[in-house]
């Protein structure tokens, strides 16, 4: 689900953008080869929000603003990747998860010329 709003004043445009979705499905790693244990990464949440200020010139437009992502700055986990290494005295397995950005600032200069 993703919900979003733009709102626009005197050449400056404020947005804020919110994507949510349920937890991706991931493989657990197993003890028994044949069997397939699977379950559920937490739910990903994510709320954006940016506010931009455009300048017109004769024959250019240069956009200034900032952007700030997830700025509730939750962990959302959307990939768990499993290692195993069998060795000579058993086996054991590396779990690593892949996360998107946490809270991040985003400065930005756009130019157009005509």
Request: with cysteine; aromatic share 14%.
């Amino acid at each position: 689900m993703q919900l979003s709003e733009m709102f626009t004043m005197k050449g400056f445009v404020a947005s804020v953008l919110w994507n949510y979705r349920s937890g991706q499905p991931r493989i657990l790693p197993s003890p028994n080869s044949s069997a397939l244990l699977i379950e559920r990464l937490d739910y990903f949440s994510q709320l954006d929000a940016s506010l931009a200020k455009t300048f017109l010139f004769d024959h250019a437009g240069v956009t200034c603003g900032f952007s700030l992502l997830n700025v509730l700055n939750r962990l959302n986990v959307v990939q768990v990747d499993n290692l195993q290494i069998l060795g000579q005295l058993g086996s054991y397995t590396i779990t690593s998860n892949v996360s998107s950005l946490s809270f991040t600032p985003v400065f930005f200069v756009k130019c157009r010329f005509y």
